[in-house]
């Protein structure tokens, strides 16, 4: 009980500190996830492609919590 506690206050904190000029890249932020979604969205895995590093791995996790992956690659064109 204690540790949540601990956990919930500073999870306040935290919040409480944010304010709207921390986010000066906002803008960027936006434009990207409305990039990562569009794409997917219209199935332009060229585009959706784009929105990930070369390297990534895609990590599937199964409902008994055991996970697999892909490369980029395979997972574009799976």
Same mark, same amino acid.
């Given at each position: 009980?204690?540790?949540? +506690? ?8 935290? +919040? ?63």
């Amino acid at each position: 009980m204690r540790g949540f +506690l601990v956990a919930l206050l500073s999870c306040s904190l935290l +919040l409480s500190a944010c304010n709207r000029a921390d986010y000066a890249e906002e803008p960027v932020l936006r434009t990207f996830l409305e990039r990562y979604f569009s794409t997917w969205s219209a199935q332009d895995m060229e585009g959706y492609g784009a929105c990930f590093d070369p390297a990534a791995r895609i990590t599937f996790v199964d409902q008994s919590g055991h996970g697999s992956s892909q490369g980029l690659t395979d997972f574009l064109h799976g």
